[in-house]
């Protein structure tokens, strides 16, 4: 999916609410991804979709503030939810901002070096 492509299915898709989970009210391809969340460690909450929308955001406005040289360094306090796999939330992350942020870096660089320093266990699926 494409950055243009993504964009639009963000701004046009339904806000994921507690009232409209599981009742048939979402559209059918957010009723897997909806049981897929519940059956997990992400729970649904009230403006969930804006959650995503900024902290994922944020990750690809700090790549592409670095890409075009308009600063040195970009810190995304609100990111770093890397556990997702493209089609899952995991881990009380629903989208992998991480991944974003280093398409972005592949628009303007051949290669990205990208090193997890935060200590914990993680399990390899």
């Known amino acids: 999916m494409s950055k243009a492509e993504l964009s639009k299915e963000m701004r046009t898709s339904p806000t994921v609410q507690p009232s409209n989970c599981g009742n048939g009210k979402a559209p059918i391809n957010y009723q897997l991804l909806l049981l897929t969340i ?11 979709f804006e959650f995503c929308q900024i902290y994922a955001g944020g990750t690809i406005d700090a790549a592409r503030r670095l890409n075009n040289q308009l600063c040195d360094i970009t810190i995304n306090w609100a990111g770093d939810l ?6 899952e939330a995991l881990r009380f992350c629903y ?31």
């Open 82 to 87: 890397y556990h997702a796999n493209k089609w």
């Open 38 to 48: 519940l059956e997990k460690d992400c729970p649904v909450f009230e403006n969930l």
């Open 95 to 125: 989208i992998n901002d991480l991944v974003l942020g280093i398409l972005e870096f592949l628009k303007y660089h051949a290669r990205v070096l990208y090193i997890d320093i935060d200590v914990h266990h993680t399990r390899v699926f």
